[in-house]
């Protein structure tokens, strides 16, 4: 039985017209009975393939839900929030909180509109790509975007909605869609929709000119190297580690690798959309300010913004090894109440019973600092030492390269603790970091073209694949290129002489990645297509656990919308 289109979901968009497959898109057709899809592909492919751009940015009503209802938002909160780099302050209203604590169901906004809206953009993609002949290079670049744009978002479904490739091609996966008028409805294995991804890649980059659309002169418009970026991510996900670096190698063809990143840094992010770095963003403009509603305003509260999310302890503990570095000092900025940081210093630490929810919460109590020994104390109760620890893990670097954490003990636990300026703006017990890589384009604090790829990555693709396969030389010499350019002083640079106490080049690599990718959308699959935990036991309102690599939490539900229509499997554990 055809589905009417208010169900917004799969089978609406196989049986759906092109014009109510656009909407929102701001597109102007007459609907598909009245006029061929060859006739409108002839005139208005460029603008119909701009339409699938702007159905990842355009806030769509879902379920009375119009506001910060967009693709990209819910995109960049569902894969950043379950993981660890993140702290909840506090409880919301908004669906964000139930990617953040595990806590999703098949009815929530996020869930069923990224599902809705995805699919909705592979239909268009596939109306372009069965009606365009490529004969022109106009025509060749808007039929290797299609590509690109269904391969992506492929690749954005399976990674939410199914196990990591890692854990079995056999695998549910979602819906493979490469036809407009399939009306089947199945769940292809995880195996099935990569091959298509890596095929749709292979194809854009053949179609796509290196330059890509100039349009604006912004990295909106995927180019070559953008497809072959974003394969290289796909054999890394896939293990195909022989194929990530050599897709690398083929797109730096000899150049320094130093010269593929953005020089000025600090200034990266609020300038994305026309930066070398970029390979491709989604692109926003001005009008297109979402304000309270946008991505950066949960880590943000300059502009009007929540700023409800801030860094974990952990990855600040990984930041604060080397404290010059710029993705530190520019992009999480610390909170004070008073103009600066405070001399006066308080030792924060987890509160409660150990091992109970209440270790969300911090405690915060004044030290001091004894120069006799080197140590700080603070007084709970009596007397208590703050244990400096030399480690191989998270913390600070000492002159001679060390890195060390705080720790103290509470009721016999052994508790990592932050030494931090006594005046730390704080909420429900957790110091404010307002984090900025999603803002401050063009003079706004909330607007910002999200970066979905970037070369950074790209090289740190490559770096592991490098790593997983024996050649260590190569792998540190492009986390290397990463760190200069992040400010980190040559006695933080790796080399097979030092090591700086890390086991093996995979580690170094694996830590890089969560440095450089953190809040873009990267450290759940990192963890998950590894086959590790993820370790949540720090501050904040997220709950106190590991989260098991093979708890099927780890998916997101099949929306309601879907599997009660097209009765297609749901994933385990809703």
């Not at 990295?219 to 991510?233: E, F, I, N």
């Not at 008073?338 to 150990?354: I, M, N, Q, T």
């Not at 910002?448 to 050649?471: F, H, I």
């Amino acid at each position: 039985m055809k589905t009417t289109f208010e169900n917004r979901f799969f089978r609406t968009l196989v049986l759906g017209t092109l014009s109510l497959c656009t909407f929102s898109c701001n597109l102007d057709y007459y609907p598909s009975d009245e006029q061929s899809s060859e006739a409108i592909m002839k005139d208005a492919s460029s603008t119909i393939m701009d339409g699938c751009y702007a159905l990842m940015k355009d806030e769509i009503e879902y379920l009375g839900y119009p506001s910060g209802n967009t693709y990209c938002r819910h995109w960049f909160q569902m894969a950043e929030f379950p993981a660890d780099n993140i702290c909840v302050s506090g409880k919301s209203t908004d669906p964000l909180f139930q990617a953040a604590t595990y806590t999703m169901t098949d009815n929530l906004q996020n869930v069923g509109t990224l599902w809705m809206v995805g699919y909705k953009i592979i239909y268009m993609t596939n109306t372009l790509i069965e009606s365009l002949n490529a004969v022109t290079p106009e025509e060749q670049q808007i039929l290797g975007e299609a590509y690109f744009v269904r391969a992506l978002v492929h690749l954005n479904m399976v990674s939410l909605y199914a196990k990591p490739y890692s854990m079995g091609r056999n695998n549910p996966g979602v819906p493979l869609r490469t036809s407009s008028t399939s009306t089947e409805v199945k769940r292809n294995t995880v195996g099935e929709v990569y091959d298509q991804i890596v095929k749709d890649l292979q194809q854009a980059s053949s179609l796509l000119s290196v330059a890509g659309r100039t349009t604006n002169g912004n990295k909106g418009y995927p180019s070559k190297d953008a497809a072959l970026g974003l394969l290289s991510r796909v054999y890394l996900y896939m293990e195909n580690y022989t194929e990530c670096y050599k897709t690398v190698e083929t797109m730096l063809n000899g150049a320094d690798p130093a010269t593929k990143l953005e020089a000025n840094y600090a200034k990266y992010f609020a300038n994305a959309k026309s930066s070398v770095e970029t390979l491709f963003c989604i692109a926003h403009e001005p009008t297109e300010d979402r304000g309270q509603s946008s991505i950066g305003s949960m880590y943000n509260a300059d502009g009007g913004g929540w700023g409800e999310i801030y860094p974990s302890a952990p990855l600040l503990n990984l930041y604060e090894r080397y404290p010059s570095d710029i993705r530190y000092t520019e992009f999480i900025r610390p909170q004070y109440k008073g103009d600066g940081p405070s001399e006066r210093l308080s030792v924060y630490f987890p509160a409660g019973e150990p091992g109970s929810e209440e270790m969300r919460n911090q405690k915060a109590l004044a030290v001091t600092y004894d120069d006799a020994t080197g140590t700080y104390s603070y007084n709970d109760g009596g007397k208590q030492t703050v244990e400096k620890r030399i480690i191989n893990g998270a913390g600070e670097a000492d002159p001679d390269g060390e890195y060390y954490e705080y720790h103290v003990t509470v009721k016999g636990e052994d508790l990592v603790a932050r030494i931090m300026p006594s005046n730390m703006a704080v909420r429900n017990s957790h110091p404010k970091y307002f984090i900025t890589k999603f803002g401050y384009q063009d003079g706004s604090a909330t607007l910002s073209s999200p970066v979905v790829l970037r070369w950074a990555e790209v090289l740190l693709n490559a770096a592991e694949a490098y790593a997983r396969t024996g050649n260590d030389t190569k792998a540190l010499a492009l986390v290397n290129a990463i760190r200069t350019r992040a400010g980190i002083p040559d006695e933080g640079l790796f080399s097979a002489a030092n090591m700086h106490g890390y086991p093996s080049a995979i580690e170094v690599v694996m830590d890089e990645r969560r440095l450089e990718l953190a809040f873009e959308g990267h450290r759940m699959f990192d963890v998950y297509r590894n086959k590790q935990d993820m370790n949540r036991q720090y501050p904040g309102f997220q709950p106190w656990k590991i989260i098991r690599y093979t708890d099927p939490l780890t998916q997101y539900p099949i929306p309601n919308g879907e599997w009660t229509v097209s009765h297609i499997e749901q994933n385990p554990g809703y």
